[in-house]
Structure formats: C-alpha cells, structure tokens
C-alpha cells in the first residue's frame, strides 16, 4: 500500500528556517515524481515544488530561492528545506507522490512576525 507521512512543522519565528519530511512506503520514492503542496486558511491547496525522478528540481515563484525540494533515496524520504520563512508561508504542507496521487495527512507550519 503505498502511504505518505509528513512531520517536521512547528511554529518560528519570521526569517527562520524548519525542514520538512515525508517518508515513503510501499513505493521507491525514487522512482516516483514527487511534490509538494501547501494549503493556507482560506485559500486553495497551491503546488510549490517538484522533484522528478532522474533530479530535475521545479519550483513555484513563491518560494524558489529559499525552499529545496531533496530526497534520500536510502530512507525513501522526500524534504523540503524552508529557509527564510515569511508569515505568508503559514500554511499546511502535505507531500504528494504525483503518479499515484497519493497524499500525506500534512503537517503544519505557522511563522510569526
């Protein structure tokens, strides 16, 4: 059965840093293009990152120069660095292995001003 789990969120401070996790199961995540999402209150889930199998790295405008989007293939285990936090990157993180559309139950991130 293929299932994703996040962890890593917590609460900081405006201009910190917080890596994001998600381990695979039941599937090689290398193997698989790999993303993630982020849901803010109120606003519509939204992609921001992509990483395809052969290292190919995507992401959305929001985040590109302070997020990394990485795997370790030996842990089958997908990050997302966060650096730079802004309050507008609060929001629920959820991982998602694109070809299965499988989706992990998220996890939170809140940064203060």
């Known amino acids: 059965q293929v299932q994703l789990a996040e962890s890593g969120g917590g609460l900081v401070q405006s201009g910190g840093s917080l890596r994001l996790t998600c381990v695979g199961s039941?599937?090689?995540?290398?193997?698989?293009?790999m993303t993630w999402h982020r849901q803010a209150p109120g606003k519509a889930r939204e992609w921001i990152a992509t990483l395809f199998p052969g290292g190919a790295t995507f992401y959305d405008d929001s985040v590109k120069g302070r997020f990394t989007i990485s795997r370790d293939d030996g842990k089958n285990t997908l990050y997302l660095e966060m650096n730079s936090l802004k309050p507008e990157d609060t929001a629920v993180y959820y991982c998602?292995?694109?070809?299965?559309?499988?989706w992990g139950q998220g996890t939170q991130v809140t940064v203060s001003s």
């Open positions: 998602q292995n694109h070809d299965s559309n499988t």
């Open positions: 039941g599937f090689p995540v290398s193997d698989e293009i």
